[in-house]
């Protein structure tokens, strides 16, 4: 059985760091792309970022370029989101997801996802 | 606002058909993207419904359907179930923005 589970979800003080992390169970790890996605409190879903089954791609969306890093251990199955300079928009439930299609593909898999919460 | 654009909401009675537009651009559907749909229920997370413009994923009932032409796509459900009620996401990939972008959502209420 194909198990995705978030952790690392926490509040934090605008201008702060977090570390997200998705530990991965029941298929292959090395041969999926990864990706966060993320829903902020009543809203819709929005990609945040993508890596893919070797580690050596990634990809992020304009909104978090340059404060998030994806980074994979296909070692341990686990992927983990390092988030700095955290804003009070960036504030959502962040899922994980697997994707046998590479990183264009569908989202195959989804975790239950972990709430990060920005505020002062 | 989001890439690819759904209608807020569709409602039907049960036992009907209703389908859910998911418009584009010639850079993301219309450039021959892939489309996928998922369905969340509230506090839980989405689950894959439709992948590849119009493929079902083992389990999900063919009730569901997708098709695609030019920059649109669409999500049929046919035999509007009550358990249906759920919001619905269209999802691509855009070459203008190199990222993966979603739907708004479409919340599908059953009469």
């Known amino acids: 059985e194909v198990q995705l589970v978030e952790s690392g979800g926490v509040l934090v003080p605008p201008g702060g760091s977090l570390r997200l992390s998705c530990a991965a169970s029941?298929?292959?790890?090395?041969?999926?792309?990864m990706s966060w996605v993320r829903q902020a409190p009543g809203k819709g879903l929005e990609w945040v970022s993508g890596?893919?089954?070797?580690?050596?791609?990634?990809h992020y969306a304009d909104s978090v370029k340059g404060r998030f890093t994806t980074s994979r251990d296909n070692s341990k199955n686990t992927m983990s989101l390092q988030m700095n300079s955290l804003r009070p928009e960036d504030t959502a439930v962040y899922y994980c997801?697997?994707?046998?299609?590479?990183?264009?593909?569908?989202?195959?898999?989804w975790g239950q996802g972990t709430l990060v919460t920005v505020s002062s | 606002q989001s890439v690819l654009t759904q209608p807020p909401s569709v409602s039907g009675a049960p036992g009907q058909r209703v389908t859910i537009s998911c418009t584009g651009s010639?850079?993301?559907?219309?450039?021959?993207?892939?489309v996928h749909w998922y369905r969340q229920f509230p506090g839980t997370a989405p689950k894959l419904l439709i992948y590849?413009?119009?493929n079902r994923p083992s389990g999900v009932p063919d009730r569901f359907s997708g098709s695609k032409s030019g920059t649109s796509a669409s999500l049929a459900i046919t035999g509007l179930q009550a358990e249906d009620e759920a919001d619905y996401y269209c999802?691509?990939?855009?070459?203008?923005?190199?990222?993966?972008?979603f739907g708004g959502g479409t919340k599908v209420t059953v009469l």
């Open positions: 997801a697997s994707s046998a299609g590479g990183l264009i593909g569908s989202f195959d898999y």
């Open positions: 029941g298929f292959t790890f090395s041969t999926y792309a």
């Open positions: 890596i893919g089954g070797s580690g050596g791609s990634t």
């Open positions: 010639s850079s993301n559907i219309g450039a021959g993207y892939g």
């Open positions: 590849d413009n119009y």
């Open positions: 999802q691509s990939y855009d070459s203008s923005l190199s990222g993966l972008v």
